[in-house]
């Protein structure tokens, strides 16, 4: 086979890893690009078994029962808040898009890797480009919930 067909097929496959076009991907350092793609694929895994029935598969919520994720202004003005609200789940009601959603986020009881990997897929599926978030950082602001 021609170089030209293998050339193709590695361009092929690296423009189809999940975060190969997301300005936050380009940006991070080969040993988190491999991170970030493991954090993709296994967050979707998690997003599908926790948070799938609620949010929907596109991520656009319930209207008017439960928040959309895609296009959120609370996903993407909290972002230090989300694995606290994943993890302790919240009696508030919360704001998103200028609409009042009422208090029925219930705790998850997943590991510090798992809030990491779903908060990655969050933040970087259905048009979100909220970065990328190590279990490290989970870790940190897990220690500082209200």
Known sequence: MSKYFYFFI???AWSCTPGSNNATYLSLSDADKAKFDKYMIL???VYNTTCVNCHQIDGKGLHGLI????DSDYLQNNQSKIPCLLHKGSI???IVNGRNYPPQMPAHTISNLELAEVV???NNTWGNEYGFMPVKEVDSLLNNCD
């Open 10 to 12: 590695l361009f092929f």
């Open 43 to 45: 967050g979707k895994e």
């Open 67 to 70: 928040p959309p994720l895609a």
């Open 92 to 94: 508030d009601s919360l």
């Open 120 to 122: 990655t897929y969050i």
